[in-house]
Each structure stands twice: as structure tokens, then as C-alpha cells.
């Protein structure tokens, strides 16, 4: 079976600094998998540089064994990658019924149809089931800008959702979310792997979350992966107790 | 031969001015996202500081401290802290229009507040022609030589060999990482906008005497600086210097050889080729894609 | 309160498109010009806005676009060509110029378009004027004669007007269907935050060359509307400033705004002839206001009239946008 994202010898430089030294990992259809690691061991630039965001200094990272290696960001999104934001990144004018339509037009018809078809691209029913989904039902013709914080996760979350995306990769979605709306989040966020049958990768600081959430945990530190396993191995591993503390 | 000599020295010269202005027009752009439409202007006016100085029964070398000393007050200090620090939190955009608003009141200013007729200029070398290399040059271009190399060499001296000049480098490449290690961003900013503005009144009454002072040069001469800037390659002040530098030559063979219609097309040309086939620039690093 | 917004907004409307149409009956000539060349002049800026406020792209070529529909205009309707099929070939001509151009320079980083639309229009300039076998030069062309429409001749001023009045109306509508489109959801997504919506799939970089080329083929319209509105065309007017004048034009009536171009280009089109007595100053005044607003309210008029009618609204919705975080990181 190819794995969904496989990431071979991953490298990123900035100038002198290396960001990411030679990262490799796999992740398998329908598999959480959850990146942690101290501060500035590189996760969110691992992040950019396989969605294209960034272009890796060196290395591979193929999509269902194609190799997808610095595509543009909105590219790999059509082939089905998608991601959420550590910092907010919903569009505040926009409703969030308008929010989710955004998200899914894109992969529906092509530029021809989208300029002379119907103004929501057919989307309503599926954006309003999503609304459904994350339990935003009463805010569907809310100005996004009105929603609370925890709200916007949910809402930037659905988002990454609509196009039925076979990978998602999530950075940080617990985030400064207080903590009922934590266990509403990574329910969902389980939920909904099981029903689109979709892979996600998590980067998150929050340890108890990331233990919950993810079936498999991958640690960085200083660019390089220090430690692979279940959660609760890799919380015992002394390279990845020295990591964290030695910093 | 020797024709082509001369030609090829009045071209260094004249390029060596729009080096100049590119590179004041690259290091804002650098240190503060600024995209000063208004650089052409900032050549052009210059000059007319000197003439109203003479004007006044000024000395000559008087009249140029003062138009230098104006023009740092002025397009330095004034721009920066009247336009550019209001407009640059909002994006780069309002800013671009603001300069270009800039352009066309520095424009009418000079038209409607001094003449729009051409003034002449006086050049500060004998108008005399010298045997250089077995060819009949103008001392005036050797003389605007000497002096834009001068100003290079020492703008390069004071970047790579005092701290500030290092400061300022650090400043450009990254504000946030220089800001973090203790440089006084906001200082080096400004220092920024004094450099350019001191190097287009040089540029201005270097350029002037050549080609008359008017209040429409501007336009041409901010088409000039840009090309030479982004031929050079955007993110270098060293590109700004070889864009210059280039364009000055090509640009002066085109007059000689070619109709004198479409002098200006050639410059142009090479921009749009540049841009499709080289975008970094001929000394350009290709930048990160953000998005 | 909604109801109560959507209502004004009507009635606003209502009201300028009246006053629109009675105007001219109590102007000279002259002022009819004037009226008629600002609603030429608004086709441009509208198709400048799409580039400019909704694209946030800085082109330079605008007035080359309106050049280009003018003389062919100009060229082909004084050789009998038939009046309708002017904005066919000027539309298709600046769409597919808009696109070559803008192509290569969108590629590589965004702000180069404004550096080859610079470039472009210049070049374009120089050729209107030293190709005179094409464009008769520095002579230009002249006798351009105005449509008949539907049996109806638009010779003159008055009629003329509301020819170009209808044009304006059509384009307005047209633009406003294709901003309520997906397309127009894109645009939205793509000035606000282009990294979000690459990571949604939406192609910022074919949805710019959009907004471009369709830009510059309205100001091909409106150069369409504009050869027969002077009857006499040269290469003077398609100079830089005047697309230096169509960029500022759409920045002080509000980038982004839909009814900013309107605002915009009454204030170009008609400063000038207010200013008449100072002359010269004018350009210099126009220039102040242009800086003092951007500086102040660089969302231009529409964005203060947005500010002084929806003021009490927003205070409210303000307290509901900084969405801070719950929980420390």
C-alpha cells in the first residue's frame, strides 16, 4: 500500500540556519499522525515546504507516490491537500456560509462555469451540511468577523474540510481554544476522519490533545526527527524528555 | 573606433547617474518596501534648488550645498516622515499611489512655480574635450565619471566598513532579524531616505547640465532609474550599479544608431525581456515565492 | 436596521440615476461633454478597479487599453466598419493584450506588472505617435461619426450622452453580476488574503491575470466610446498621465469599492473645470487631495462615506472582530 504523504530527506535552509535537516516520515490512508517537537525545531517550516509554501532546499515529498516536491500551494490543493491555519486565516467579510462556499468552489466545473453558473456554485446543501457538522448552525449568515475565537477554529477547520481533501494537515488547531471547545474540536476532527475517510497530519503543542487525537507521533527537534511511535512510548522516550528540557 | 570609444565613455557617464538614482530607488525599496514613484522627481528637482540659489547671486558651489541640504530636508526627512511612515502600515499599495501623487505635484510645482520652459545648467568642467585612449571624449563625462565613482566607492566604504553602513546592510536584508539583534531599525530606515535623497541631488546636478533642467525630465529619468534597478536586479544595490551602468551605454549607442524617435523603446525593450526571461535581474537572486 | 441600509442604498441609487438623466437638459453643450466624457472615463475606472481594488494589482497601461479601442474606433468606423462590432474587436484586442502582458510579469512577483504596464504604455505611446502610416501621427484621425442606434442618430450632444449613459449601465450591470459570481468570491479571497486562498485551491495567480485582462479590455471599451465623443483622435491623450490620472481616479473614489470608479471620475473629470480659473494650479490641487486623502483615508470617499453611514454599526460589530484567544497558547 503507498503511503498518502511520504516525506523523504526533507531539508530547508535559511541562509546559514537549517530549518529542517533531513526529515523523513510516512503517513498511511486514514491515519492521524501528530508532529511535536520544542519551539523552533522546525514543524511549521516541515509544514510549508510540503505545501508548497516554501521551496525545500532538498529532499522529496510524494502524494500517493507522485512526486509533488514545491508545488504551488493551490495545486496540491486540487489533488486533494488541504490544511488549516495556526493563525487565523478565515476571510472576516465574508459569512460563514460564504466562508465555506469559497472553500469548496474551487473543485467544482472549471473557470468558464463558475463565471456564468449559479452564484453559489451549487454549494449550499454541502456547505450547510458542514455547518451542520461543526455545529455552527445558528451563525450560518454571520459575518465571520462576529464569531468568537474557538468559533473561527471550528469554522477555519471546516474549511479545510469541504472539498472532501484526502490529506489534511493541521497546524496547531488547539491553539488558544478554551477547553470545552477542545473536546468539541478533536471530536469532530476524529469524527470526521472516520466519515471522508481522510489522513491528517497535526502539528500541536498540546500534549494531552495530541495524545487523544493522534494514533502515531512523530517528534522534531533541531530540524531532524528525534523519535516515531505511539503516543504514549514516545512520551516516555529520554531523547525526547532531553529535547523538550534541554532547551 | 575612436567614435565608438567616446560614445562608450559618454555612455558610462550617463549611466553612471542613473546607477545612482537606482540605487537610492533599491535601498528603499529594500529597508522599507518603499516603491517611490516619485524618483524621477526626486532627480529632476534638485537642480532647480541650484537655480533659484544662483538666482539669488549665490556662488555656484554654495548653491549645491544648499540644494543638497534641501534636498535631505526635503525628500529625505519631509517624505519620509509626511508620507511614507503614515502610509506604509496600510500596505504597499497606498503608498505606490501616494508617490505617485508626489510625482505629479513635484511636477506642476516646478512647472507652475518656476518655468516650464528648459534651463540651462552650468556644468562644473570646462566644456572642453580631452584625448582619452586615442579618442576625443568630453572632460565633463570623465568628470561626471569620476565623480559617480567617487560617491559609489564611498557609499560602499561607509555600507561595508563602518557599523552603521553594516547596520544598515542587516536592515535591508532583514529588518525583523536586525531589529531582534539590538540594530536601531527605525534609525537605519531613515538614514536610508537621507542616502537617496543626498544621491539624487548629486544624480540631479550631475545629469542637469546634459540634458537642461525641465520640469517634465522626471519622467524619463524615473523610467531610467527603474529599469536600471530592476535590469540590475531589484534586491542589490551592486545590480543597481551594472543596471545603470548598462542602460547608460545602450542608451547612448541607440541615440547614435538608431531613430531618434524610438530612443526610449530600446531601454523598454529590455526591460520587458528582462523581466520575461531574467525577472531576477542580471545580479539577482531569484526571491522566496511567499505565495 | 438592515432593511433600513438596503432601502437607502436603493433610494440613493434611485435618485443619482434620475438626476443622471434630467442633468443634461439644463446644461450647454459643453457641459453635456463634460457629463459624457465622465461616463466614459468611469467605464475605464471601473475596469481599473477590478485590476487595482479587487486584484490589488498596480497596472500602468490603462489609458494604453482605452488608446487602443480609440483608434481602432477611429480607423475602422471612418472606413465604414459597423459601429457594434468596435467593441468586439477592442474588447477581444485589450483582453488578449492584457493577458500576454500580464502573463510573464505575474509569474515572477507581483508588483512587476506595474513596472511593464509602465513600460508597455510608453512604448504604445511612442508608436501611436511615430506610426504614421497606421495612426496618421502627430495628425491623428479625425471625422469619426457617432453610431445610429436602433435607427436613432446619436450626433447630437444630448443623444450621444445617453448612448454613452446606456454603455455605462450595461457595463455597471455586467461588472456587478461578475463581482456576486464565484469569480467575484475569488477576488474577494484573493485581496484579502491570497495565502489563505491558495490554500483553498483558489489559482491567485490566473484569477489576477483575470481581473487584468478583463480590465484592460473595459478600458478598451470605453477608448470605443470615447473616439466618437471627441470625433478626433491622436496619440496625446493615451500618454501616461492619463493612466497615471485613471489610478488615482480609482484610488480617491474608494479601490474596491463598486461605486468608488463613479465617485473617482467625477472628481477628475470635473476638478479641472472648477479649477479653470487657477489654471495650472489645478493639477498641483489635484495632487494635494489625492496625497492628503490617501494619507488620511486611504480607502478613499466611498470608504468615508462608509465610515460616516455605517459608523454606529460598526462600533458594534468592532468588539466582535478582535477575536482574542481563550487560552494562552
Redesign the interface.
Known amino acids: 500500500m503507498t503511503p498518502v504523504l511520504e516525506v523523504r530527506d526533507l531539508r530547508k535552509s535559511f541562509g546559514g540556519i537549517h530549518a529542517v535537516d533531513g526529515a523523513s516520515f510516512e503517513v498511511c490512508e486514514g491515519e492521524i499522525l501528530g508532529i511535536i517537537g520544542p519551539n523552533g525545531s522546525g514543524k511549521s517550516t516541515l509544514f510549508n515546504c510540503i505545501l508548497g509554501q516554501l521551496r525545500p532546499t532538498a529532499g522529496e515529498v510524494r502524494l500517493d507516490g507522485r512526486l509533488v516536491t514545491g508545488m504551488r500551494p493551490c495545486d496540491l490543493n486540487r489533488l486533494g491537500v488541504s490544511r488549516t491555519f495556526q493563525l487565523l486565516q478565515v476571510f472576516p467579510e465574508l459569512s460563514v456560509r460564504e466562508n465555506l462556499i469559497l472553500a469548496g468552489q474551487e473543485h467544482c466545473g472549471t473557470m468558464l462555469s463558475r463565471l456564468i453558473g449559479r452564484r453559489d456554485a451549487g454549494l449550499t446543501p454541502a456547505a450547510d451540511r458542514m455547518i451542520e457538522f461543526f455545529r455552527l448552525g445558528h451563525l450560518a449568515d454571520q459575518k465571520a468577523s462576529g464569531l468568537s475565537y474557538g468559533q473561527q477554529k471550528l469554522l477555519d477547520a471546516a474549511m479545510a474540510f469541504m472539498a472532501g481533501p484526502r490529506l489534511v494537515l493541521l497546524d496547531e488547531p488547539a491553539g488558544g481554544v478554551n477547553l470545552t471547545m477542545l473536546a468539541n474540536l478533536r471530536d469532530r476532527l476524529k469524527a470526521i476522519n472516520v466519515e471522508q475517510k481522510s489522513t491528517f497530519v497535526v502539528i500541536e503543542h498540546n500534549m494531552e490533545f495530541v495524545m487523544a487525537l493522534c494514533q502515531r507521533i512523530v517528534v522534531l527537534a533541531e530540524g531532524r526527527i528525534i523519535a516515531e511511535g505511539e503516543p504514549a512510548a514516545v512520551r516516555r522516550d529520554p531523547k525526547v524528555i532531553e529535547a523538550y528540557l534541554g532547551h | 573606433m575612436s567614435d565608438i570609444l567616446q560614445l562608450f565613455v559618454a555612455g558610462l557617464a550617463t549611466g553612471a547617474i542613473y546607477a545612482l538614482a537606482a540605487i537610492g530607488f533599491t535601498l528603499l525599496w529594500q529597508t522599507s518596501q518603499t516603491i517611490n514613484f516619485a524618483q524621477g522627481e526626486f532627480v529632476m528637482l534638485p537642480a532647480f534648488f541650484v537655480l533659484a540659489a544662483l538666482l539669488y547671486g549665490v556662488p555656484f558651489w554654495l548653491a549645491v550645498l544648499i540644494a543638497l541640504a534641501l534636498s535631505v530636508l526635503i525628500l529625505g526627512v519631509l517624505f519620509k516622515v509626511l508620507l511614507v511612515d503614515p502610509m506604509i502600515r496600510h500596505g504597499v499599495l497606498p503608498l505606490v499611489i501616494a508617490t505617485i501623487a508626489l510625482a505629479l505635484l513635484l511636477k506642476e510645482g516646478v512647472k507652475e512655480l518656476y518655468s516650464a520652459e528648459a534651463q540651462a545648467f552650468p556644468p562644473f568642467g570646462a566644456a572642453v574635450n580631452v584625448s582619452f585612449f586615442g579618442a576625443t571624449v568630453a572632460l565633463q563625462s570623465l568628470v561626471v565619471l569620476g565623480v559617480a565613482i567617487a560617491v559609489v566607492a564611498s557609499l560602499q566604504l561607509f555600507l561595508n566598513g563602518t557599523r552603521t553602513g553594516r547596520c544598515m546592510q542587516a536592515t535591508a536584508q532583514n529588518p525583523n532579524a536586525a531589529r531582534t539583534l539590538g540594530v536601531p531599525v527605525d534609525r537605519m530606515i531613515l538614514y536610508t531616505f537621507l542616502i537617496n535623497a543626498a544621491l539624487v541631488a548629486i544624480a540631479s546636478i550631475l545629469v542637469t547640465p546634459i540634458y537642461l533642467a525641465k520640469f517634465s525630465n522626471g519622467e524619463w529619468l524615473g523610467l531610467y532609474a527603474f529599469i536600471a534597478a530592476i535590469v540590475g536586479g531589484f534586491n542589490q544595490v551592486r545590480g543597481a550599479i551594472v543596471g545603470g551602468l548598462l542602460l547608460g551605454v545602450v542608451d547612448n549607442f541607440a541615440a547614435a544608431y538608431l531613430s531618434a524617435q524610438y530612443r526610449l523603446a530600446i531601454p523598454l525593450l529590455i526591460l520587458i525581456v528582462v523581466i520575461l526571461f531574467r525577472p531576477q535581474g542580471l545580479l539577482g537572486r531569484i526571491e522566496e515565492r511567499t505565495v | 436596521m438592515r432593511r433600513w441600509t438596503t432601502l437607502l442604498n436603493i433610494g440613493t441609487l434611485t435618485l443619482c440615476a434620475v438626476f443622471l438623466i434630467v442633468l443634461p437638459f439644463f446644461l450647454r453643450p459643453y457641459g453635456v461633454y463634460i457629463l459624457t466624457l465622465w461616463a466614459v472615463m468611469t467605464v475605464a475606472a471601473i475596469g481599473l478597479n477590478l485590476t487595482?481594488g479587487y486584484a490589488?494589482q498596480?497596472s500602468m497601461a490603462q489609458a494604453a487599453f482605452v488608446g487602443i479601442g480609440a483608434y481602432i474606433t477611429a480607423l475602422l468606423t471612418t472606413h465604414g466598419w459597423p459601429f457594434w462590432s468596435m467593441y468586439i474587436l477592442a474588447g477581444i484586442a485589450c483582453f488578449a493584450i492584457g493577458w500576454l502582458l500580464g502573463y510573464?510579469?505575474l509569474?515572477?512577483?507581483?508588483?512587476?506588472l506595474?513596472?511593464?504596464t509602465?513600460?508597455?504604455n510608453?512604448?504604445l505611446f511612442?508608436a501611436f505617435?511615430?506610426e504614421e502610416w497606421l495612426t496618421g501621427g502627430n495628425y491623428g484621425v479625425s471625422n469619426i461619426p457617432r453610431p445610429p442606434v436602433l435607427g436613432w442618430t446619436t450626433d447630437p450632444p444630448r443623444s450621444f450622452y445617453f448612448f454613452c449613459l446606456a454603455n455605462l449601465g450595461i457595463v455597471s450591470v455586467a461588472t456587478w453580476w461578475?463581482l456576486?459570481?464565484?469569480?467575484g468570491?475569488?477576488f474577494?479571497?484573493l485581496r484579502?488574503?491570497?495565502?489563505?486562498?491558495?490554500?483553498?485551491?483558489?489559482?491567485?495567480r490566473?484569477y489576477t491575470l483575470?481581473a487584468f485582462a478583463l480590465g484592460a479590455a473595459l478600458g478598451g471599451i470605453s477608448g470605443v466610446l470615447y473616439a466618437p465623443l471627441v470625433q478626433f483622435v491622436d496619440p496625446v491623450p493615451f500618454s501616461?498621465a492619463l493612466s497615471?490620472n485613471l489610478?488615482?481616479m480609482v484610488?480617491v473614489g474608494g479601490?474596491g469599492y463598486f461605486f468608488g470608479p463613479f465617485l473617482g471620475a467625477i472628481v477628475s473629470v470635473l476638478l479641472p473645470e472648477w479649477l479653470r480659473f487657477a489654471e495650472?494650479?489645478y493639477?498641483?490641487g489635484?495632487?494635494?487631495l489625492?496625497?492628503v486623502l490617501?494619507?488620511f483615508y486611504?480607502s478613499g470617499l466611498m470608504g468615508l462615506a462608509e465610515r460616516i453611514i455605517y459608523r454606529p454599526q460598526k462600533t458594534a460589530?468592532a468588539s466582535?472582530?478582535t477575536?482574542?484567544?481563550?487560552?494562552?497558547?
Open positions: 487595482l490589488g498596480v510573464p510579469a509569474r515572477v512577483q507581483h508588483h512587476y506595474a513596472f511593464v509602465l513600460a508597455f510608453t512604448l511612442l505617435r511615430n461578475l456576486r459570481s464565484p469569480w468570491r475569488a474577494v479571497a484579502e488574503n491570497p495565502i489563505r486562498a491558495l490554500s483553498l485551491g483558489v489559482d491567485t490566473r483575470m501616461l497615471l489610478l488615482m484610488v479601490s495650472g494650479y493639477l498641483i489635484y495632487a494635494l489625492v496625497m490617501i494619507v486611504p460589530a466582535a472582530t477575536a482574542v484567544p481563550e487560552t494562552a497558547p
